[in-house]
């Protein structure tokens, strides 16, 4: 039986592989810096976890994978490659594992976490049994990965590092495409190929699902024609500025708010018509409802049942996701951590929470998408009534002489602070607090411990009346 070793075992996209290489009955290990509740969970399924890199860990394995975060002189890197053991990256080793399989990958700057949350959702529901790999724990299923026994494998399909580009996909959804990441593609074009890239992996057999009212998807459907790929795209109906400048072949209509929530809509495709009442906010989310549904279509299953499915769908960790209720308080954890996103859910929360007091802490991702996108960030937050940013959370850079300071100094928001420490921060949020307010956490980091510390205080004190 093979043994693969995992370095970075405990990050979002290693951790799915792991689970699904242990349901599929490899022996796995894996390393990692600091232990958490994933690793517990892994090690549960039978995982050999190791706190820690040392070169001793790759002894008897025969394949190594390493997330994008490992660098070349890592021991266990150098270990391998040194008694001849194959390095791969998750690129790599994903291509090998959808093989034989109806590969469905979603791609996309914003979306695609929540899109590939959808498809494997609802295909569970339909009794597809799918096999799937997700960048969080999907709420319906309670788990970020799945081997299963059915045709279908949906995987979210990262850009990062162009992880995507190692993928075997039938079908390819593109919810949308905006610069980032800017430490792998330094420019707006290099990031704009990558996806142009993507869609040259499909088959000639194969399907591309785009969003026509997004400028860069817009970009890769005409990329696709020229390459003559079959390309299906959707759509809100009258969405602005854009009409009648490209088919949409499945539309989103009647856009109404529920009292879930989130939006209820008429799903057009194919000459059908399927009702869904979203329960995740935002009408960004509707786009991705509207994503899995034309999936859905193209593979032929039922969409009534479908549209029962996703408007069954509770969402995913750490997007929008509600943490709990306090003294009339809500607390909301959401991974936003590009100006459209934060937009976008700001949005979603005024939608949902209209007329309560709205407070926001963004806790910014990596240097170079802050200094790149800082004029942007500077007006994202618009829709929130109070802000406080955090000191910058460098993930894989090294810390550099740049603050987040700077941001703060250019934003007209009327009622921002910068409080670079997380605990500074969640201080002041006791402090200031009061019955009605709504809190959203924006971080792709660590600053979702900050809901947790203002929940624990507000759950053994009374509430401020300031």
Same mark, same amino acid.
């Given at each position: 039986?093979?043994? #693969?070793?995992?370095?970075?075992?405990?990050?979002?996209?290693?951790?799915?592989?792991?689970?699904?290489?242990?349901?599929?009955?490899?022996?796995?290990?894996?390393?990692?810096?600091?232990?958490?509740?994933?690793?517990?969970?892994?090690?549960?399924?039978?995982?050999?976890?190791?706190?820690?890199?040392?070169?001793?860990?790759?002894?008897?394995?025969?394949?190594?994978?390493?997330?994008?975060?490992?660098?070349?002189?890592?021991?266990?890197?150098?270990?391998?490659?040194?008694?001849?053991?194959?390095?791969?990256?998750?690129?790599? *080793?994903?291509?090998?594992?959808?093989?034989?399989? %109806?590969?469905?990958?979603?791609?996309?700057?914003?979306?695609?976490?929540?899109?590939?949350?959808?498809?494997?959702?609802?295909?569970?529901?339909?009794?597809?049994?799918?096999?799937?790999?997700?960048?969080?724990?999907?709420?319906?299923?309670?788990?970020?990965?799945?081997?299963?026994?059915?045709?279908? *494998?949906?995987?979210?399909?990262?850009?990062?590092?162009?992880? /995507?580009?190692?993928?075997?996909?039938?079908?390819?959804?593109?919810?949308?495409?905006?610069?980032?990441?800017?430490?792998?593609?330094?420019?707006?074009? &290099?990031?704009?190929?990558?996806?142009?890239?993507?869609?040259?992996?499909?088959?000639?057999?194969?399907?591309?699902?785009?969003?026509?009212?997004?400028?860069?998807?817009?970009?890769?459907?005409?990329? +696709?024609?020229?390459?003559?790929?079959?390309?299906?795209?959707? +759509?809100?109906?009258? *969405?602005?500025?854009?009409?009648?400048?490209?088919?949409?072949? $499945?539309?989103?209509?009647?856009? #109404?708010?529920?009292?879930?929530?989130?939006?209820?809509?008429?799903?057009?495709?194919?000459?059908?018509?399927?009702?869904?009442?979203?329960?995740?906010?935002? =009408?960004?989310?509707?786009?991705?409802?509207?994503?899995?549904?034309?999936?859905? +279509?193209?593979?032929?299953?039922?969409?009534?049942?479908?549209?029962?499915?996703?408007?069954?769908? &509770?969402? #995913?960790?750490? =997007? *929008?996701?509600?943490?709990?209720?306090?003294?009339?308080?809500?607390?909301?954890?959401? !991974?936003?951590?590009?100006?459209?996103?934060?937009?976008?859910?700001?949005? +979603?929360?005024? $939608? =949902? !929470?209209?007329?309560?007091?709205?407070?926001?802490?963004?806790?910014?991702? %990596?240097?170079?998408?802050? &200094?790149?996108?800082?004029?942007? /960030?500077?007006?994202?937050?618009?829709?929130?009534?109070?802000?406080?940013?955090?000191?910058?959370?460098?993930?894989?850079?090294?810390?550099?002489? /740049?603050?987040?300071?700077?941001?703060?100094?250019?934003?007209?928001?009327?009622?921002?602070? /910068?409080?670079?420490?997380?605990?500074?921060?969640?201080?002041?949020?006791?402090?200031?607090?009061?019955?009605?307010?709504?809190?959203? #956490?924006?971080?792709?980091?660590?600053?979702?411990?900050?809901?947790?510390?203002?929940?624990?205080?507000?759950?053994?004190?009374?509430?401020?009346?300031?």
């Amino acid at each position: 039986m093979e043994k #693969v070793h995992l370095i970075g075992i405990g990050g979002s996209g290693l951790s799915a592989i792991a689970r699904l290489l242990l349901e599929r009955g490899y022996l796995v290990s894996g390393s990692d810096r600091a232990d958490s509740l994933i690793l517990s969970d892994l090690r549960s399924m039978g995982a050999d976890i190791i706190i820690g890199h040392d070169a001793k860990n790759v002894a008897g394995v025969d394949v190594v994978v390493r997330s994008s975060a490992i660098p070349d002189e890592n021991p266990e890197v150098t270990a391998a490659v040194k008694f001849g053991v194959p390095v791969l990256k998750r690129a790599e *080793f994903l291509g090998k594992l959808m093989t034989g399989k %109806t590969g469905i990958a979603v791609a996309g700057t914003h979306g695609k976490t929540t899109t590939t949350s959808m498809l494997a959702w609802v295909l569970t529901a339909l009794e597809q049994d799918p096999s799937y790999i997700v960048g969080g724990v999907v709420s319906n299923l309670g788990v970020n990965a799945h081997s299963g026994k059915g045709d279908c *494998f949906v995987i979210e399909a990262d850009e990062y590092d162009g992880m /995507f580009l190692g993928l075997k996909p039938s079908l390819e959804v593109i919810t949308n495409v905006e610069h980032d990441h800017p430490d792998c593609y330094p420019t707006a074009d &290099q990031f704009q190929s990558a996806f142009e890239q993507f869609t040259d992996l499909l088959p000639p057999n194969g399907t591309l699902i785009a969003c026509a009212q997004d400028a860069g998807a817009k970009k890769v459907i005409a990329h +696709a024609q020229t390459m003559n790929k079959n390309i299906e795209t959707y +759509a809100i109906e009258n *969405f602005t500025g854009q009409e009648g400048d490209m088919e949409i072949h $499945s539309k989103a209509s009647n856009l #109404v708010s529920n009292n879930k929530g989130g939006f209820s809509f008429d799903a057009e495709i194919k000459d059908q018509s399927s009702h869904v009442d979203l329960q995740v906010p935002g =009408r960004h989310n509707v786009l991705n409802g509207m994503a899995c549904m034309t999936t859905i +279509a193209i593979l032929k299953l039922p969409l009534d049942k479908a549209a029962r499915a996703l408007s069954d769908f &509770q969402g #995913v960790e750490r =997007r *929008f996701e509600i943490r709990g209720e306090l003294e009339g308080m809500t607390f909301i954890d959401d !991974y936003a951590h590009h100006p459209t996103e934060i937009r976008a859910t700001l949005a +979603a929360a005024r $939608s =949902r !929470y209209p007329g309560r007091r709205l407070w926001v802490v963004w806790q910014p991702h %990596t240097y170079s998408r802050t &200094q790149l996108l800082q004029s942007q /960030f500077s007006y994202a937050f618009n829709d929130a009534d109070r802000v406080i940013v955090t000191e910058i959370y460098a993930a894989r850079e090294s810390k550099q002489d /740049f603050s987040a300071r700077k941001i703060v100094e250019i934003m007209a928001h009327p009622a921002v602070k /910068f409080i670079p420490q997380l605990g500074e921060a969640s201080n002041y949020l006791i402090s200031h607090m009061r019955a009605g307010d709504v809190l959203l #956490v924006l971080s792709a980091g660590d600053a979702n411990q900050i809901t947790q510390w203002v929940m624990d205080y507000f759950r053994n004190n009374e509430v401020n009346d300031v």
